[in-house]
C-alpha cells in the first residue's frame, strides 16, 4: 500500500469524478476509432451542413471548402440535379439534414434551378436556399425569391461576399448584433 497518499492524484478525486472522467475517455475513443453519426455531431452541436449542387473536384467546391474550413461546418456535394441519377439531391436531403442548400449554375442549367429550389420548399420548407449563379437576370431572381430562396449571389462575386452570405445563413453563427 501507498503510505503518502498525497502523491497520488486518484485518491484525491471524488467517485463522482472518476465516473465522469471515465465517460469523457470513452466518449473520445469511440469518436477517434469510429466516424461519429452526422445526427450524433448535430445533437452536440459542433457541426453544421451544406448540400452543394457542383463538381467535388472543380474549384467551386474548392473555394466554397476555404470560405467555411474551420468553422464546424461540413459541405456535401451532388455533381447534378437530375432524378434518374441515384445519388441526387432529393435522396441526399432524405438521407440527412441539411442546414444549407446552394444550387449554382456552375453545375447546373440556370432553368433547373427554380424547378429544384420549389421542389426543395415543398418538402424541406425549413431548409435555408442560398443561388449562386452568373444568370441574373431580374425576372430570373424575382422567379426564384417568389419561389423561396433565402439569398441569391450573383456571380463573379467576391469570396469575402459569398463567405458573409453563407455563414449568415448557418444557423448560431451571428449574435444579436450581427457579428459572426
Not at 61 to 72: K, N, P, T, W, Y
Not at 119 to 136: E, F, N, T, Y
Not at 142 to 150: F, K, Q, V
Request: glycine share 6%.
Amino acid at each position: 500500500m501507498i503510505e503518502n497518499p498525497g502523491g497520488n492524484a486518484l485518491l484525491q478525486v471524488s467517485a463522482v469524478e472518476l465516473v465522469r472522467h471515465a465517460c469523457s475517455l470513452v466518449r473520445k475513443a469511440a469518436e477517434q476509432l469510429e466516424p461519429v453519426s452526422p445526427d450524433l455531431v448535430r445533437w452536440r452541436g459542433r457541426t453544421s451542413r451544406i448540400l452543394f449542387v457542383a463538381d467535388p473536384r472543380g474549384a467551386p467546391a474548392s473555394l466554397i471548402c476555404q470560405l467555411v474550413d474551420g468553422r464546424g461546418i461540413c459541405v456535401d456535394f451532388v455533381t447534378r440535379y437530375n432524378q434518374c441519377d441515384p445519388d441526387n439531391v432529393f435522396e441526399r436531403l432524405a438521407a440527412f439534414k441539411y442546414d444549407l442548400l446552394i444550387p449554382s449554375n456552375i453545375e447546373l442549367s440556370p432553368w433547373y434551378i427554380p424547378a429544384l429550389v420549389s421542389s426543395v420548399r415543398q418538402r424541406h420548407p425549413a431548409l435555408k436556399i442560398l443561388v449562386i449563379s452568373g444568370w441574373s437576370s431580374p425576372e430570373f431572381v424575382h422567379d426564384l425569391t417568389t419561389r423561396g430562396i433565402d439569398d441569391f449571389v450573383r456571380l463573379p462575386g467576391q469570396a469575402e461576399e459569398i463567405q458573409e452570405r453563407i455563414l449568415r445563413l448557418m444557423p448560431g453563427y451571428y449574435d444579436q448584433g450581427g457579428n459572426c
